[in-house]
């Protein structure tokens, strides 16, 4: 006997064509369908039973996709165990003996079948499903890809290797990698089709995504797992200093120098510090300190109110026209001298880990935050009654204390270019900024604190 298992959670749109093509095969063994469904609101089992009334019903409260299989298995009766999703109906009336003719290697665990996609599929499902589902039959020894949407298994290899009953997703996979850790093959076999709508990534839901990706790592489902070829040690990686003029006097200057020196030198990444400035002496403060002046800029880049990202953007594209590409660029603004350790490698490191495009640090603000708008009133950001109940901060971007980015964004003008990501930073001294004597000797004075020389 053929035990068809459906899993059912108000399918009644779909439930008809489904049953009716299961129920239409012509295969010589006899058919039994087993329904699970999971608490349907609609019709669908009291339409499904006015289609097949013999089917058997095993009703479930929480889903696990495993443990409802499972659960349907152990109520049938089958030699042989069909998993098919009730939106999945077969295509034509071969779909059963042709899944059932490659169980006669004892060494197959089980064999899925192609999956096509309907008219009105979205277009990411059907290619998807196009892709995926291929035109040619697999004897699968390695690879551990199984979809259970549309599958057959023997019941005495299900008694050993039952279905995980506690993973949230892609029980199949799960299932997939045991059975070849075993020893078994699994065929794919392109002559048993179904029709899937929805595509196997159910139209690229991110929160399915994510649930899916977190068992792949933790569950080893890859020989290989996801890399990245980014790694910082391999990369040009330059820091970029703008200093302007002498404003304040050159004591002053020198000890704010000083302080970001220690910070980028701190780095295990920076492969050159460079310093873009139209002052020869505090090129050649900076040169003692151990950094690089390659030129003077222009002057008026150092006019009052120029934007640190035109003399950014000058700056690089001045050094690619001299033969220097560097991969990141981490400006650094000398009127933060706070910076705590770590900083530096910090936003590197978050940069090429997630896949932004610039990361800023920022200073986490639990407080209630408003923003004025156009009719003069305002709104609060935090939307909490209660500023102190408040758990998720709003982060106040600060580039000038510390920024990764690629030089795509430089180029343009922008230090916060493209998809931007924050690095957090807790120390409440990181956020001080110094940008006259009068502030660094409030500070000396009041704090009692002096930059190290």
Not at 126 to 151: E, I, M, P
Request: with cysteine.
């Amino acid at each position: 006997m053929i035990s068809v298992i459906i899993r059912t959670k108000n399918e009644e749109r779909w439930i008809r064509p489904c049953l009716q093509g299961v129920l239409s095969q012509k295969v010589d063994l006899p058919i039994e369908v087993v329904l699970v469904d999971n608490l349907s609101a609609d019709k669908t089992v009291d339409r499904a039973r006015s289609i097949c009334p013999e089917l058997k019903l095993v009703q479930i409260r929480d889903f696990l996709p495993g443990l409802a299989l499972n659960q349907g298995i152990r109520a049938s009766s089958g030699d042989y165990l069909v998993c098919l999703s009730a939106h999945c109906p077969p295509v034509d009336d071969q779909w059963l003996a042709n899944l059932l003719r490659n169980l006669d290697d004892p060494e197959v665990a089980g064999v899925y079948g192609r999956q096509v996609p309907v008219a009105f599929s979205q277009d990411s499902d059907k290619r998807d499903l196009l892709l995926t589902f291929g035109l040619d039959r697999r004897v699968q020894v390695r690879d551990t890809f199984f979809h259970n949407a549309n599958s057959m298994i023997p019941r005495a290899v299900w008694e050993k290797y039952p279905f995980d009953e506690s993973v949230t997703n892609i029980e199949d996979r799960v299932w997939g990698k045991e059975v070849i850790q075993a020893g078994f093959k699994i065929i794919y076999e392109p002559n048993a089709a179904v029709y899937h709508y929805h595509g196997i990534h159910q139209n690229n839901r991110e929160d399915r995504a994510r649930s899916i990706l977190r068992i792949i790592e933790s569950r080893d489902l890859g020989e290989i797992g996801p890399g990245n070829p980014l790694a910082p040690e391999s990369l040009e990686i330059a820091a970029v200093v703008p200093l302007r003029g002498m404003a304040g006097g050159i004591d002053f200057s020198e000890k704010l120098v000083a302080a970001t020196m220690q910070a980028l030198q701190g780095s295990k990444y920076i492969n050159r510090i460079l310093v873009s400035t139209d002052s020869p002496d505090l090129a050649s403060m900076a040169k003692s300190m151990g950094a690089e002046t390659p030129f003077l800029r222009p002057p008026e880049l150092s006019a009052p109110g120029v934007r640190v990202d035109d003399v950014l953007k000058h700056f690089l594209t001045s050094m690619e026209k001299e033969g220097y590409f560097p991969d990141i660029l981490v400006p650094m603004e000398i009127t933060y001298p706070f910076r705590p350790p770590g900083l530096v490698n910090g936003v590197i490191e978050k940069l090429l880990q997630s896949g932004l495009d610039t990361i800023v640090a920022g200073l986490p603000e639990y407080r209630a935050c408003w923003k004025r708008l156009e009719n003069g009133d305002y709104h609060c950001l935090t939307e909490m009654a209660d500023p102190r109940a408040q758990r998720e901060p709003v982060h106040i971007g600060v580039p000038g204390l510390a920024c990764a980015s690629y030089p795509e964004f430089i180029r343009q003008g922008t230090r916060t270019g493209g998809r931007l990501g924050i690095f957090e930073i807790n120390d409440p001294l990181a956020g001080i900024e110094i940008r006259s004597p009068e502030h660094l000797e409030a500070l000396e004075t009041r704090l009692n604190w002096r930059i190290s020389d």
